[in-house]
Each structure stands twice: as structure tokens, then as C-alpha cells.
């Protein structure tokens, strides 16, 4: 088996380098991505749940946004045969939105996260990475480093806020 490169760097086409670029794109970055959107989910819903209460979509969301996200849910009510994102609408959107409630609502999070302005600065850092990796692309080894930093500081902003507020999944 051929060792783990991008496979669109090859001079020749091998199937066996696909399989192990995937491989290696999966085990290396996906899952630090999985983990930092679905985090920056829960602390969203965590965070407006308890300063807004549970109906904190319809108030702090921007109507455009929920459209968005009730488009994106119809689809998949329309196709039941396939798996759902979830069942709060926060499943329904893409990391840019997450950084555009945040920016909405930084008020609310400012308690939480001091400098709002830099963290959501460093969600855009990763958005384009991250990106690339959602269309089955491979990251460089600059957008690689980026999403381990930014995955290890998610860790820690949850581990702090698991102390501070009671998380809780949408």
C-alpha cells in the first residue's frame, strides 16, 4: 500500500492511493473537525438556552437563517429513508452560521468567551479548511496545523465551560 499522500500529486492515477488518501484525511483530520463544529454547536445551544431559554432559535437567529436551516430540514423530512442531522434546527446549519450566531449574540457569549472578535476570527480560519475536507479534498499541512490548534482549544473552551454552565445537547 502506497503511503498516505495526496493522491492528485501522483504522475500516474492508482485507486490504492484514493483509499489511502481518504484513509489518512479521515484518521488525521475529519474526526478534530467533527469534533470542533458539533462542540461549537453545543456551546451555542448551551449558552442561549440559559441566558434566552429553550425557545432561543426563534430569538436569536436571523430569519434568514432559519429559512436556511427549515429548507435543509424539509429535505431530509422529504427523505426519510436517510439519517436526519438532528432534531434541534443548530444540526441544519454550516460553520459560518455557527460563527454568524455568535457574532449576532456575542453579548451573550462575551461572559464566556472574552475576546469573541478573535475566537470567531479563528472559526474563519478553519472554515475554509475545514471546506475542503467536507468535499473530500486534502488539507495542506498549514490548513492541517490550523484545525489541531483550533481543536484543542475547543477541547479546553468546553472542558472551562463544562465547569461553568451545565452543557446540553440540542
Known sequence: MPAASDFRLASAFDLSRVDTSGRNVGRSVYWKLYVIENVMRVIIHSVLSTQLGPNWWSLAVDATLQKKAQRFRSTYTSSPWHSSPGTHEIYYIDLADLNEIVRANSNHFLPIIPDVDQWMARVE??????????????????????????????????????????????
Open 125 to 170: 480560519q478553519v472554515r475554509l479548511p475545514r471546506n475542503v475536507v467536507a468535499h473530500m479534498n486534502w488539507p495542506n499541512q498549514t490548513d492541517r496545523q490550523r484545525i489541531d490548534v483550533f481543536y484543542k482549544d475547543v477541547r479546553l473552551l468546553a472542558a472551562h465551560l463544562a465547569v461553568s454552565l451545565q452543557l446540553s445537547t440540542p
